[in-house]
Nanobody
Framework: QVQLVESGGGLVQAGGSLRLSCAAS??????????RGWFRQAPGKEREFVAA????????VYADSVKGRFTMSKDNSANTVYLQMDGLLPEDTAVYYC?????????????????WGQGTQVTVSS
């Protein structure tokens, strides 16, 4: 069993920054073996891919909508991933979810992530 807990969401003005964290735990969990992803879901919309990082932390992939503004990183020793969000826009407003999976790549599809956190709200005011 794997538990993921997000933190760091909040209300920020357009152009501002937030840093999300996602801590993983579980009896046999080791972040050295898992790819991690961030997804988001705005009201009335499908959950969409934001960013992903491979098991070693050496490769990241971003959605075009956040490329150049968001940075994902991974601390395997702490079983924690981060999403640094700069230059936030009102359209970034959503519940942000972190996920963990064993796929390589790293994977960008929701179907490749069996473990999910509860989400953290990010609201960007104009």
């Amino acid at each position: 069993q794997v538990q993921l807990v997000e933190s760091g969401g909040g209300l920020v003005q357009a152009g501002g920054s937030l840093r999300l964290s996602c801590a993983a735990s579980g009896r046999t969990f080791s972040d050295y073996a898992y790819a991690r992803g961030w997804f988001r879901q705005a009201p009335g919309k499908e959950r969409e891919f934001v960013a992903a990082i491979n098991y070693s932390g050496g490769r990241t992939v971003y959605a075009d909508s956040v490329k150049g503004r968001f940075t994902m990183s991974k601390d395997n020793s702490a079983n924690t991933v981060y999403l640094q969000m700069d230059g936030l826009l009102p359209e970034d407003t959503a519940v942000y979810y972190c996920a963990a999976g064993l796929g390589t790549g790293p994977p960008t599809s929701r179907a490749d992530y069996p473990y999910w956190g509860q989400g953290t709200q990010v609201t960007v005011s104009s």
